[in-house]
């Protein structure tokens, strides 16, 4: 069973930062881009960035270009999310997912962890 | 910048059929863009339903299908049940390797 577990998520003041990680298990994680989406209080889903699956391809939505960097440990079945420069615009819930054998930005999502930042 | 389209809202009698589609603000969607739909429910994490344009997700029952109507793509839902009452969101793979999705259609069974 796929299963993908997200931490790192709290309350960080405007222009800090945070570290979200996603653990994956239940797949070849290094055969899988992946995926974070995220979801304001109320709003839709957004998705964020994604990496490819030896970490050298990585796309970012224009809202976190130059302050989101994400990375992987293919070791460590693990993708990470390191947030900077964090605004208010950033609260949202943080989702990690596994992409699919064809372009698809979330084939199995995680439950998300809350990134709160307040204004 | 291009934006993707939704019903903001639709309403289908339990037993109904009903179709949500998914549109660009300028251009036409085809399976070049892979349309994927997902549902989700207050508070609860979103599923993946459609892939590809018309590819179920695993466990996805048979009375969600995906497809290409005119310029948009669509989620039909047939036999709509209590349970299919959700958000539903479309989301589209654009140039540069990124993805886009509408703002989602709260749909009502009732």
């Known amino acids: 069973e796929v299963q993908l577990v997200e931490s790192g998520g709290g309350l960080v003041q405007p222009g800090g930062s945070l570290r979200l990680s996603c653990a994956a298990s239940?797949?070849?994680?290094?055969?899988?881009?992946m995926n974070w989406l995220r979801q304001a209080p109320g709003k839709g889903l957004e998705w964020v960035v994604n990496?490819?699956?030896?970490?050298?391809?990585?796309s970012y939505v224009d809202s976190v270009k130059g302050r989101f960097t994400v990375s992987r440990d293919n070791a460590k079945n693990s993708v990470y999310l390191q947030m900077n420069s964090l605004r208010a615009e950033d609260t949202a819930v943080y989702y990690c997912a596994k992409g699919g054998t064809v372009p698809i930005p979330a084939d199995c999502w995680g439950q998300g962890t809350l990134v709160t930042v307040p204004s | 910048q291009t934006v993707v389209t939704q019903e903001p809202s639709f309403s289908v009698s339990p037993g109904g059929t009903v179709t949500l589609t998914c549109g660009l603000s300028?251009?036409?969607?085809?399976?070049?863009?892979?349309p994927a739909w997902y549902q989700q429910t207050p508070g609860q994490a979103p599923r993946t339903l459609i892939y590809n344009t018309n590819t179920r997700s695993s466990g996805v029952p048979d009375r969600f299908s995906g497809s290409i109507l005119g310029n948009r793509a669509a989620l039909t839902i047939t036999g709509a049940q209590a349970d299919d009452e959700s958000d539903y969101y479309c989301?589209?793979?654009?140039?540069?390797?990124?993805?886009?999705f509408g703002g989602g259609t709260k749909l009502t069974v009732l």
């Open positions: 990496i490819n699956q030896d970490g050298s391809e990585t």
């Open positions: 300028s251009g036409s969607v085809s399976s070049s863009y892979y």
């Open positions: 239940g797949f070849t994680f290094s055969d899988h881009w």
């Open positions: 989301v589209l793979y654009m140039t540069s390797a990124i993805w886009v």
